[in-house]
RNA sequence: GGCCCCAUCGUCUAACGGUUAGGACAUCAGGUUUUCAUCCUGAAAAUUCGGGUUCGAUUCCCGGUGGGGUCACCA
């Protein structure tokens, strides 16, 4: 078999975490069963369409590297769409709904509505007061082939709804294995609004037979209607899909993961500075266990160990503090030019700075970084240094004059520090530890006032790093400035 | 509420019906280091409950409880 999976949005807004995730799922098993990946574009309701949805969407998948072989592409900033099987927007489709819609009508697997607005929710309150199942009540269903020809020759608005028939329909989940549902409880779903538009039901099931898919891979709010497909695949006589229903990500507090309880687009996430990788990685993670004890995998790693049967049934917390500590460990493995790259990208000034600085401290900040949006706070660190107390100077068991006297000791031997020196930071490092060690001092005697002289922070980075970062200039600066405040104090 | 789905540490998860129920994040305690971070060691932390089936259930079955999803001319 020739695999084939989709990922088939809405363009309402951003991509989500979930969707992310769907894409993700849908693009590892296309690529694992040497398969094909559509993306298809699911603007049936011209109510919620955003202007820009679509361009976002594809700019964010390309980003996270989601390649998919069918579909709309961006390219030098219009939409072009590739492919044997298209279009792949929906609402370019429509044709192909409404005739198929009409076949259904003429061989009584579907029929008219006439129904208004008004009377439908009319309707639905009676049932909700009576509490009574809220369904179509089949008002139309009993009209003649005549009086429907009439009010279709008047222009009368109408919809198409799906004539549910008796009995159940049953289908099997690759992740849940065989799921039943009761006819009674499926309504009469429109499948062809009065706007001439499919609705999701009606677009999904053509679309999907027609463009090839074998394997519909989604989230697991789609379960309960899916017996309105299967009843659709039926009608047209058509092969049914192999189904796989993912778990929900979930909220902290369990529920469907949404906005309001934090940032649910994945172009925040990539904004605040968190790799691709490191968020496919994590959310690949949350339902699915390649193998047991590893945590970070490889995109092809993930693709390798992809299956459908290894995804989890149950909805899972989406924990921003184990995305942090991944983000990191991503940050820390990443090539020292790409890493530079992002320093650049999220340096939004230029602080006044020479690029060689801050190309010093991207450096030296490599080890610590949790997200790229840290990047600005960082540098201003290195630029001002907060106000101090002459106490923070002190090193453990040591006293203001010896930390005096290693400043001054330090200040002379920077000052003297040949050019050569300020250039690298081995050579700063290894002066430094010559003074300690040849004059047998406690390292943190000398060490510590020289960290809280160049920072005023008790938690900085090195040093040594310090004095590379700030140069020779500012160093001798900030030492005589601590050494004037010593003064000051006594 | 009807229907459907689900249930292992706080969180993400592992465990052919037989394990001291494993790992990771977070937490805490040590160690390394000049601090933070990294790194290393350790601690605390879970099979929702009740019935079966079985020599033996986290694992299979039934029920309760709990959580979630869904009930549109939205997807």
Not at 467 to 486: F, H, N, P, T, Y
Request: charged share 25%.
């Amino acid at each position: 078999m020739n695999v084939k999976t989709r990922f088939a949005p809405s363009p309402t807004g951003f991509l989500h975490i979930g969707g992310l995730r769907t894409a993700f799922y849908n693009y590892l098993f296309a690529r694992k069963q040497g398969g094909k990946m559509v993306l298809r574009i699911e603007d049936t309701d011209q109510q919620r369409y955003v202007e820009g949805a679509i361009e976002s969407l594809l700019r964010t998948l390309a980003i996270t590297g989601i390649i998919y072989e069918e579909g709309p592409f961006s390219v030098n900033g219009t939409l072009e769409q590739r492919g044997d099987h298209g279009p792949y927007i929906q609402s370019q489709r429509l044709a192909i709904y409404q005739k198929h819609a009409k076949e259904l009508v003429e061989s009584g697997k579907a029929y008219y509505c006439f129904c208004s607005s008004d009377r439908l929710a009319q309707l639905r309150y009676q049932q909700e007061i009576a509490k009574m199942p809220t369904k179509y009540d089949r008002h139309c269903l009993s009209l003649s082939k005549e009086e429907i020809t009439k009010r279709l020759e008047q222009g009368e608005s109408y919809v198409i709804r799906l004539l549910v028939p008796e009995g159940e329909t049953s289908f099997e989940d690759v992740i849940r294995g065989r799921i039943t549902i009761a006819n009674q409880e499926v309504d009469d779903q429109v499948l062809l609004k009065s706007d001439g538009f499919p609705t999701y039901h009606l677009a999904v099931v053509v679309d999907d037979h027609y463009m090839g898919i074998t394997h519909i891979i989604r989230g697991e709010e789609w379960i309960s209607s899916v017996p309105k497909h299967v009843l659709l695949y039926r009608a047209f006589g058509w092969e049914l899909p192999v189904f796989a229903h993912v778990p929900l990500i979930l909220n902290e507090d369990r529920s469907k993961l949404s906005k309001r309880q934090g940032d649910v687009a994945v172009e925040d996430y990539l904004a605040k500075g968190y790799l691709p990788e490191a968020l496919l990685n994590f959310i690949a993670l949350l339902g699915f266990n390649p193998k047991g004890n590893q945590e970070i995998y490889s995109v092809s790693e993930l693709t390798e160990e992809f299956a459908l049967e290894k995804i989890n049934k149950s909805g899972a917390i989406f924990n921003r503090e184990k995305l942090d500590w991944m983000n990191g460990m991503y940050i820390r493995q990443l090539p020292e030019e790409t890493y530079l790259e992002y320093c650049q990208k999220f340096t939004l000034s230029d602080f006044g700075v020479s690029q060689e600085k801050l190309q010093r401290i991207y450096h030296v900040e490599k080890e610590r970084l949790v997200r790229f949006d840290e990047i600005p706070s960082k540098i201003q660190e290195y630029l001002i240094i907060p106000e101090y107390d002459v106490a923070l100077l002190v090193w453990k068991k040591s006293d203001v004059l010896d930390a005096k006297k290693h400043m001054e000791a330090l200040l002379r031997m920077c000052t003297d520090f040949p050019e050569a020196t300020w250039e690298d930071l081995p050579l700063i490092e290894k002066a430094i530890w010559q003074y300690i060690e040849s004059n047998e001092i406690p390292s943190g005697n000398v060490l510590w006032p020289l960290r809280v002289a160049l920072s005023g922070a008790q938690h900085s980075s090195s040093p040594f790093e310090l004095l590379w970062v700030c140069g020779k200039e500012e160093s001798l600066q900030r030492l005589q400035c601590a050494l004037q405040k010593v003064a000051a104090s006594s």
